[in-house]
């Protein structure tokens, strides 16, 4: 089987999960991902917003 369908299977049966109700949003994120989510931020938008 080519990893290619596998992905299609993989993503499909996600969508499946969800489409029942399941939720995969998140509101907590590590200490890491902040930092890397305020340096990505901080160069798109060229400000110094700082994230807590």
Not at 21 to 39: A, K, P
Request: glycine share 6%.
């Amino acid at each position: 089987m080519s990893p290619l369908f596998k992905r299609r299977r993989a993503l499909a049966a996600l969508e499946e999960r969800e489409r029942r109700g399941e939720s995969f949003w998140s509101d907590s994120f590590s200490r890491e991902t902040r930092v890397r989510l305020q340096f990505v931020m901080n160069s798109e938008v060229g400000g110094d917003h700082r994230i807590p």
